[in-house]
Each structure stands twice: as C-alpha cells, then as structure tokens.
C-alpha cells in the first residue's frame, strides 16, 4: 500500500470517527430537550452548599 | 536518580489536598445528618451503565455518583449522602437501618462493591477504595483506614448474608 492511500484511509476512518461524535452529541442534545420539556415541573432536589469556616483567629 | 525513582514510584497521594478533602465531607455530613458526630466516613461512589444505540453510533455510557458514606456502628445504620468530586455541596441523606433493609451484601463480580436493597424496587451499589486519582471524577481523598474499617463494619455487623 502506497503512503498516499494509507494516507487516504486514515482521513476516511477520521472522518467516520468525527461524523459518530457529531451524530452522537447531536442526539444526546435532542434527548436532553425532550427530558428537561418532560420534568419541567418537577422540583429540583434539594441541596446544600458546603458551609464557610469561619476564621476564629485569637485576636490578642 | 532522584526523577527515576520518583518516576518507578509511580503516583503519591497529596495529603494535604486529602485532609481538607476529609474535612470538607465532615462538614457537609454533620450538616445534613443529624448527629453526625457520631457516624464515621468514607467516599464512595456509585455507577449507572446505560446502553445507548442511536443508529450506527452505539455503545454505552457511564454515570458516576459521589457519595459521603457514614456509618455508626452501635446502631448499625448506613447513611448516603450525594456529593460532587470538588464538594462544593451535597443532597439530602438517605438512611439505611439495618432492622429496615430487605437485604445487603458484599458483590466482588462486574465490580468490587456493597450492595444494599432497602426494599425490592431498587438497590444502592457502593463502589469504595483507598484512594482514587482522578479529582474530575471522585473525591480525592485517602482512606486506607476508614475503608479498611467500613469493610469489617459491613462484612461482619451489616450484611444479611
């Protein structure tokens, strides 16, 4: 096999890697709309951000 | 010789980075639970596989859960507080009475975890080791100890067979 058409097979295989990344995200996007449309109405869970410390420093 | 052995070593766990990491799961513990003081900690982690299959792009895909885990040992009770890698908050506590639960045991195949089922709908799968790298994904923290002592908690004073 020539470099040339190895060359060529790689640019194919790269393309057909980078056409399922975009059909991937492409559908994820769509499933993400349709699940957010679905539970707009549900309360999100609660949650608790971490508490600050305090810095108890001795002032004397 | 000093950059060769640091190499051979391989990776070392950043104390300091684990000891606030210890303290931070300490604080959002006690803030949800009530005396929290008296439960002992690990972090531990859950996964959700799911297949997907979106034409000719299919696989699976896999979501990871952080979880504080407390558990106290005179009552033998097990809580499970969701969390995020960088801890910046948690969720509500869910708690697991050993006098409550349908079942709970030690899985050691697909992965190494302790499984509990407080009831037939659904179960909770702890994935939990000493130590874990990846700070996007899990807590960072080293807990050879406390794993080592949740491990003789469970095996012997928590599972129901």
């Known amino acids: 096999m020539s470099l040339g058409a190895l060359g060529a097979w790689v640019l194919v295989l790269l393309a057909v890697f980078l056409t399922g990344r975009l059909w991937f995200r492409f559908v994820e996007s769509i499933l993400d709309r349709i699940r957010a449309l679905l539970t707009r109405h549900r309360e999100p869970p609660a949650w608790h951000p971490l508490p600050q410390e305090e810095d108890k420093e001795d002032p004397s | ?161």
């Open chain 2, 1 to 161: 010789m000093g950059f060769f052995s640091k190499l051979f070593k391989g990776p070392e766990v950043d104390m300091e980075k684990s000891s606030a990491n210890a303290k931070k799961m300490r604080l959002l513990f006690d803030q949800v639970v009530e005396n929290g003081g008296s439960y002992r900690l690990i972090f531990g982690y859950t996964e959700d596989v799911s297949r997907f299959n979106y034409g000719f792009v299919h696989g699976s895909k896999t979501k990871i859960g952080n979880l504080i885990v407390g558990w106290n040992e005179a009552e033998a009770t097990i809580v499970a507080v969701p969390t995020v890698p960088d801890l910046s908050g948690c969720g509500d506590p869910t708690y697991y009475r050993r006098s409550e639960i349908l079942k709970a045991y030690r899985n050691k195949y697909p992965t190494d975890a302790f499984v509990i089922y407080p009831d037939k709908k659904g179960y909770l799968a702890i994935n939990a080791y000493d130590w874990l790298d990846d700070e996007s994904l899990y807590v960072y923290v080293s807990q050879e100890e406390e794993l080592a002592a949740f491990t003789d908690f469970f095996m012997n004073r928590f599972a129901t067979k």
